[in-house]
């Protein structure tokens, strides 16, 4: 594309003390560019957000407008200390309008089409919206329907959970697996084998489930069973490595190459496919994590992959480095939409942000940008309740901890507890405003 | 951690504790201020009510620990590694100085200036013999 219309030379303007007051920020003083340019941001979640605040922080006279219907903001990684019966579902419900920096637009409607020949997309209402830049932040979508006799609005009766659902979902998990662990039985948990946010979210409900059942005294009467869809119980082989010899500590137990494909709610029987065909298996309480696809509207775009490994399930087709559109320049996609090999995490997210608002300001201002996103994703592991791992990892399946040497990374810790219990959420919000 | 400087952490603690930030950085800054007037007024430290402001502290260190282990539905039996002892015990010396720092305040504030109670660094006796208070417990 050429960015040339938008170029208006470089004229930096500096950003005064009371600029950064205002924004509330404490960042470096900075140039901030100005320019007219139209930057669409599609999706107001973690990604979404962040983008606009660290846009706005950067730019000065840029129209900048994000469409989402979502009225409510989930911080979804205490969708789990929801369903571990920790916090009530409110904790993780915020209002989207609150986050939204001044002078951003917010369209409150879906996106419906995205016509990146044109640069424009269309709203739910019709409504035309141009860009020069755009910004996939869509999430993804959680594909319940792929698993036959799912029923979403039976969560949390008969031994049915789900913790993905959303936060009154996450809730009624809870409600689910307390029962169980007041009777004892099976219990079987599990991931789908498309990709997925946080990966290590179904480990940590099933040692949650340990955690609950021995703190009851049931231990004993319960049978768990991690199912995993391939020959791994985790991407990064060492993770997977640490997570294989804990689930042997706690007698969890392990069927490899099962996904689940179907269900029967009133019998409690799931069925799994395993290279040897359909196997079924009873259960007393169930974990169900569905497949995971980028949006419709991304799938059904020119943005998708084309062909390779993310083609399938719609995920934008971006440099892994920079996050920018292979075939088109002027788009960008960020957090859990975007096609590539790790990071579809809140913390990837405020990785990638930075990076991706580097390049888009670059091609503003008529210069480059070096910044480059390693693929870091990290997860608070949770292992009981008191306890996790910080595993941190790049593409390269690196471990890349933040702090070497001090947070040992495959160590059970009660500091990294505390990260996750206290840390995790103001971190995030000071994400979305473009402070952290 | 990217980019983590004094700016992230203040915005992290300003998400954390809302508007209880100020309202706890004030309480702080009012000890502390309190703290000096007190030691400023009565020319330094009173050794005993030291001693029971410590007496105090170590309750308040306590109570940061227990307090952050009841808000983090955690325990003892939770800590796991180095880090975790080293966290207990900045939480317990955290806790504690605060403490100290208020307990000293707030008993300086009720005790009024007495000058009575004040060890002076030098009041030499006619007897050429440092007073008793300043033998038994040095000035801090
Ligand atoms: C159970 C669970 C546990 C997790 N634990 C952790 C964790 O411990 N650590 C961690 O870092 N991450 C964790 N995550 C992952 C993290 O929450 C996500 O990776 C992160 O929210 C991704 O941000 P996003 O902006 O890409 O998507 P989201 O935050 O999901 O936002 C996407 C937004 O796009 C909007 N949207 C969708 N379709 C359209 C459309 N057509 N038009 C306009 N807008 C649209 C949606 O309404 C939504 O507001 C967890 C997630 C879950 C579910």
């Known amino acids: 594309m050429d960015t040339s219309s938008l170029r208006l030379g470089r004229r930096a303007l500096l950003a005064s003390g009371g600029a950064l007051a205002a924004v509330g920020a404490s960042l470096p003083a900075r140039a901030r560019v100005g320019t007219r340019a139209r930057i669409v941001i599609l999706g107001a979640g973690a990604a979404g957000l962040a983008a606009a605040a660290r846009l706005s922080q950067r730019l000065e006279g840029a129209e900048i407008t994000l469409v989402d219907s979502r009225r409510e903001h989930l911080y979804q990684p205490g969708f789990t200390l929801v369903a571990a019966g920790l916090r009530r579902p409110d904790y993780v419900v915020g209002r989207t309008a609150d986050y939204i920096p001044p002078g951003v637009r917010w369209i409150e409607e879906r996106a419906a089409v995205i016509d990146p020949d044109a640069r424009r997309v269309t709203t739910a209402s019709g409504q035309l919206v141009h860009y020069d830049f755009l910004i996939v932040a869509t999430g993804l979508e959680l594909d319940y329907a792929a698993i036959e006799g799912m029923d979403v609005s039976r969560i949390g009766r008969d031994g049915l959970g789900s913790v993905y659902a959303g936060p009154e979902a996450a809730a009624a998990t809870w409600r689910a697996m307390s029962e169980f662990a007041d009777r004892g039985g099976v219990a079987l948990f599990g991931r789908p084998s498309t990709e997925m946010k946080c990966a290590g979210a179904p480990i940590k409900y099933a040692f949650l489930t340990d955690d609950t059942l021995r703190r009851r005294g049931n231990r004993g009467r319960a049978e768990l069973v991690y199912n995993s869809h391939n020959r791994v119980l985790f991407s990064v082989p060492i993770v997977s490595e640490k997570v294989r010899m804990l689930f042997r500590d706690r007698a969890i137990r392990v069927n490899h190459e099962h996904e689940l494909a179907a269900i029967d709610l009133g019998a409690k029987i799931a069925t799994y496919r395993t290279p040897t065909g359909l196997v079924p298996m009873k259960y007393d309480f169930i974990n169900v994590v569905p497949p995971m696809r980028a949006p419709e509207v991304v799938r059904r775009s020119p943005l998708a992959w084309q062909s390779g490994p993310f083609a399938a399930d719609g995920w934008v087709e971006v440099d892994r480095a920079t996050l920018r559109h292979r075939r088109y320049r002027e788009v960008f996609a960020l957090g859990d939409v975007a096609g590539v090999p790790k990071g579809k995490t809140a913390a990837s997210v405020k990785w990638q942000v930075p990076v991706a608002v580097d390049h888009l300001v670059a091609d503003i201002a008529g210069t480059t940008s070096a910044e480059a996103y390693n693929g870091y994703t990290s997860c608070p592991l949770i292992t009981r309740v008191g306890r996790a791992m910080l595993v941190e990892f790049d593409y390269d399946d690196n471990l890349v901890p933040s702090f070497p040497g001090v947070i040992a990374p495959l160590e059970e810790l009660w500091v990294t507890w505390m990260m996750k219990e206290v840390g995790l959420k103001p971190t995030y919000l000071a994400m979305l405003r473009g402070l952290a | ?140």
């Open chain 2, 1 to 140: 951690m990217k980019d983590f400087d004094i700016g992230t952490l203040v915005a992290v603690l300003r998400e954390l504790l809302g508007p209880w930030l100020w309202v706890s950085l004030g309480v702080a800054a009012v000890a502390a201020v309190a703290f000096l007037y007190v030691v400023v007024r009565d020319r330094g430290v009173v050794p005993s009510r030291l001693v029971w402001s410590e007496v105090v502290a170590i309750g308040g260190g306590v109570a940061a620990v227990l307090i952050t282990q009841r808000v983090t539905h955690s325990g003892f039996s939770d800590l796991g590694g180095p880090i975790d002892w080293v966290l207990l015990a900045a939480l317990f010396i955290a806790g504690a100085i605060g403490t100290l720092i208020a307990a000293y305040a707030a008993f300086g504030l009720m005790c009024g200036g007495s000058r009575r109670r004040t060890v002076h660094a030098a009041t030499p006796r006619a007897d050429g013999y440092a007073p008793l208070a300043r033998q038994a417990s040095p000035r801090l």
